[in-house]
């Protein structure tokens, strides 16, 4: 059975969701679940314009991504699993390319994460970082939608 779940997590409802649902599965299999965010500091990394400190900026999604990762780590524990947790940066690339290069150094057996369910037009011009895992990913991904 699974025993390194790697769970992506942002600070909306639907990563909640897929959270719980890695933290059930965790607890009833005895398996090591890892938290991590991603944070793109590529669009700040230019040092363009004059009125902006880049370098701050970046250190401001840097900070942000810590708060979300905290978060994660307080629902974790409220459902009874003590977590790893990272933050990952990226600059530029493609989110689930990062994500998946992470799983796979840290060894993850089970992908869980949530989804949108975007469709049509907002798929068309955002994409979806979790049809971008399931493409590459070389383990299981369960998704979790949101009910809404």
Sequence with gaps: MYQRIFVPVDDSETSALAL???CKLAKEVGATVRLVHVVDLAQ???GGAEFLDAAELQESIRE???QVLSQARLRAEALG???QMAIIESWGDRIANVMMDDAGKWGADLVVMGTHGLGGLMHLLLGSVAEGVLKIADVPVLLV???G
């Design 20 to 22: 719980a649902e890695a």
């Design 44 to 46: 700040f990394g230019w």
């Design 64 to 66: 942000a991504g810590e």
């Design 81 to 83: 699993v003590t977590p």
């Design 145 to 147: 939608r949101h009910p």
